[in-house]
């Protein structure tokens, strides 16, 4: 069963940057280190035009070679999106790439060394070059795929929450008492022996001090949307307009607040859960 987090692999977009990418990171592998004896293993080697036009031969012959493999011989043989078919696919591919050169590299050498354990050396010694721009390109679409999956920008569900509802914060001094709809409620932040309340008050940004713990401010919310989604915050989910990073890095974005609010370790899978209960989110 095909996995749907890796269906880059096929991509046509995926291929070609795979293919430029092998292709250019050996050539430049072989001008800097000089490996293969490119060099005729000369000490005193100098880089004139020529040679550095002579070896990109090779990055021609990967670059063709490379489409060929992914635009000719992958759809033929149906590498479907699984782990399994892409680690085959792989290592069919080092071989394919690997045999290639080796060829062009006799040629080139006018086949001074045509033995089969040679062959076998070089596909191996190739194949670790190619292992870098592979596995790079392969990761750098899979850090994609995670990112799209949680930038998601979010709905309410209709009908869910009474708007006219009434929260009380209610702090330890005699003046640390506000009752604020939950629809107007934005946000509160923790800030040393205080919390600071955030909410709409003639469509702005208005803010409230009480002395209280967010513990304790927590404790005396008794409402779904409001949740602690970190040691320093809690949100009210009806504002929560998109989420953004992945599983070490999650961030809510609410109405009406320039600056994301962070959701820790702890508080993820309550945070998710409320998310998809509130939101238009799976």
Avoid at 19 to 48: C, R
Avoid at 103 to 127: A, C, K, P, Q, V
């Amino acid at each position: 069963m095909e996995n749907r987090d890796l269906a880059f692999f096929n991509s046509n977009d995926y291929k070609w940057k795979l293919s430029i990418s092998l292709a250019v990171f050996l050539y430049l592998f072989l001008i800097i280190f000089l490996p293969f004896g490119v060099s005729n293993y000369n000490p005193f080697h100098e880089y004139t035009l020529q040679f550095i036009f002579e070896l990109s031969i090779f990055f021609f012959v990967v670059l063709v070679v490379a489409l060929i493999n992914e635009f000719l011989i992958k759809p033929l043989i149906e590498v479907s999106a699984t782990v399994r078919s892409i680690v085959l696919w792989h290592i069919w591919s080092f071989l394919f790439l690997g045999v290639i050169l080796f060829i062009t590299y006799n040629y080139l050498g006018d086949w001074h060394d045509w033995r089969l354990l040679s062959g076998i050396e070089f596909i191996f010694n190739t194949s670790t070059v190619f292992i870098f721009p592979m596995v790079g390109v392969f990761f750098y679409y899979k850090f994609k795929v995670l990112k799209e999956q949680f930038d998601v920008v979010l709905t309410n569900i209709e009908s869910s929450m009474d708007e006219k509802t009434m929260i009380n914060f209610e702090g330890q001094g005699n003046n640390d008492k506000i009752s604020i709809s939950v629809s107007e409620f934005i946000y509160a932040r923790s800030q040393d022996n205080y919390v600071e309340l955030s909410y709409l008050h003639n469509n702005q940004l208005t803010s409230f001090l009480i002395r209280a713990s967010m513990g304790l401010v927590e404790e005396s919310v008794e409402n779904g949307f409001i949740i602690r989604c970190h040691r320093s915050y809690m949100v009210n989910l009806f504002h929560v307009q998109s989420i953004s990073g992945g599983k070490n890095d999650l961030q809510l974005f609410l109405n009406h607040v320039e600056k994301p609010i962070p959701v820790s370790k702890k508080y993820m899978v309550g945070t998710m859960e409320q998310l998809k209960k509130y939101k238009q989110f799976q």
